[in-house]
DNA sequence: TAGATTGTTAATCGATTAACAATC
DNA sequence: TAGATTGTTAATCGATTAACAATC
C-alpha cells in the first residue's frame, strides 16, 4: 500500500485502480495452476516458476496480483495454498453459485454431467428445455423445467448465473427471460451476439469460431 | 494498394503488415454476422450496421479487413455475399477440413453430433478414445479408434487439426501423439495449459474458467 | 551477509479509435 | 450534385514488459 495517498484509508481504497478485464480473466489460469501445484505438494512458487507452466510472463502475473494486494515475499515467491485461497476468495469462490443451465441436448447434458464446475464453487441448480419429451424428466438429481418457467423458478432460487445451450435461434428469448428473472452472468454457447442490458455480463464460447482462426493458419502453411 | 511502394509489386506483397492474432480471431465472427445477413436477405452493409450486430466499432471492422484488401464501396458499404465469401477464402473455408476428435465421452459425443462444425468446413473425419469398451463401436458413422493410434490414422489421413475433449491428465499425452502425427492446430478443452513445438497452434475452451472470471463481478455486486 | 524475488514505476509496445480525404 | 461510407493515417488509449529499489 502506498503511503503517500492523499486520500483518507477508505477513500485510498475506491482509488486504487480497478482491474481491467483482461486481468480478471487471467485470474482463473492463476487459480488452476496454483491447485495443481497443491496437489502436487509445492508450497512455495515464485512468479517466474507459475508463469512458465502457463506460458505468462513472471512481470505480468506480479502486475496482475498487485491490482489487489502483496500476496508473495520477497526473495521467497508465494505460498501457493495462501495465494490459491485469496485468488478464489477475490473471484468469489469462497461461495458456492447456484446456476440454470437451459437447453438439454446432447451439449447440455455433457455439461449437467461435467463434474469441473461442481468442483470448482459453480452447481447447476435448475435445468430448462422447451421440448416436451424432456420436460418433467430428471437428469443428475434435478427436473427438467420449461423454459416458460425460466423467470419464476431463476427469480425464486435467486439464481445469478446461467449457462445457454441453446440453439441460435432460441438464444435470445432465453437470455430475456434469464435477465428478467434477475440472471447477471451469462455463459452462452449459442453462436448469436446477444443483446443484453448493461448491468449483465454475458460470455461466449464458439468453438467454431474458434476452430476458424485456426484454418486461416492452416491454410497459409498449405500455399507454402 | 499503396502507390508509392518502393519494392517492386511481389515484395510489397511481402511487406504488407501481417495482421495481429486479434484481427484473426474477429474474422469468424464477422462472417457469422454476414451468413446471418445473407440468410435474411440482406444484400449490403456498412461497417456501421455490422459492427452495431456484434458490438464492435465500425473503426475496428474498417481497420481489420484493411489487412486483407479493399472489399468496400465508398457511399455505399459492403456486398454481403461478396465478402462473406472474401472472408470464408481468408480463413481457409473453401475447402473442408478433415478434423480428428480425441475423448468420446459426454463432450466429445456432442461435439461429433454437433451440426455446426459440419456445416461450416469442419468435417470430424477420425474418433479417437482409449475405453476399451468404446474402441470399435461406430458413431455418427465412424468407428472408435484406440488413441494408441493416433499418430499413424492422423498421418494416413493427412490430418491437420484435432479436437481434444479427455480429462486433463491424458490430454498432453494425447496432443504429443496428435504432434507426432503431425496436426498443426488442437483445440482443447482440457483444462491444462499443454506444452507444443512452435510450430503448433493451440486454443483452449474453458469453461469453468469463463464462469469463473464472471463470479468476480458477481460477487462485487453482493456486496454493494 | 549475499542471493533471490517481490511490488511498482516508467518505458515500450500494440491495439483501438477518431478523423478525413477519396470516391461511390 | 449532395450525401454516405470507405480505406487509411495519425492520435489515443491501454496492456505488457523491463528495470530496479525494497526486502525477505
Redesign the interface.
Given at each position: 500500500m502506498n503511503g503517500s495517498c492523499i486520500f483518507g484509508l477508505e477513500e485510498c481504497v475506491e482509488h486504487l485502480e480497478s482491474p481491467p478485464?483482461v486481468v480478471?480473466?487471467r485470474?482463473?489460469?492463476y487459480?488452476?495452476?496454483l491447485r495443481?501445484l497443491l496437489q502436487e505438494g509445492v508450497s512455495s512458487v515464485s512468479s517466474q516458476e507459475l508463469g512458465e507452466?502457463?506460458?505468462v510472463t513472471a512481470a505480468q502475473i506480479r502486475k496482475d496480483l498487485s491490482y489487489f494486494g502483496e500476496f508473495g515475499k520477497q526473495g521467497i515467491g508465494y505460498d501457493v495454498e495462501k495465494l490459491l485461497h485469496q485468488i478464489e476468495r477475490?473471484?468469489?469462490?469462497n461461495?458456492e453459485?447456484p446456476?440454470a443451465l437451459v437447453g438439454i441436448?446432447?451439449?447440455g447434458?455433457?455439461?449437467a454431467?461435467?463434474e469441473?464446475?461442481r468442483t470448482?464453487?459453480?452447481r447447476i441448480s435448475a435445468m430448462f428445455d422447451s421440448d416436451q419429451h424432456k420436460i418433467g424428466q430428471e437428469m443428475t438429481g434435478l427436473v427438467i423445467h420449461s423454459v416458460d418457467q425460466i423467470d419464476t423458478i431463476v427469480r425464486e432460487m435467486a439464481i445469478?448465473?446461467a449457462?445457454i445451450a441453446v440453439p441460435g435461434n432460441f438464444a435470445q428469448d432465453v437470455a430475456d427471460r434469464l435477465v428478467v428473472g434477475g440472471v447477471?452472468?451469462i455463459?452462452s454457447y449459442a453462436?448469436?451476439?446477444l443483446q443484453v442490458p448493461d448491468h449483465v455480463?454475458v460470455?461466449y464460447?464458439?468453438?467454431?469460431?474458434?476452430?476458424?482462426?485456426?484454418?486461416?493458419?492452416?491454410?497459409?502453411?498449405?500455399e507454402s
Open positions: 478485464d480478471i480473466k485470474l482463473p489460469l487459480a488452476r495452476s495443481y507452466r502457463i506460458n477475490i473471484l468469489g469462490l461461495q453459485w446456476a441436448g446432447h451439449l447434458e455433457a455439461i454431467r461435467y469441473g464446475f470448482q464453487g459453480i445469478r448465473l449457462i447477471r452472468a455463459l453462436p448469436i451476439v455480463w460470455r464460447i464458439d468453438p467454431v469460431a474458434v476452430v476458424h482462426s485456426m484454418t486461416y493458419y492452416l491454410a497459409r502453411e498449405e
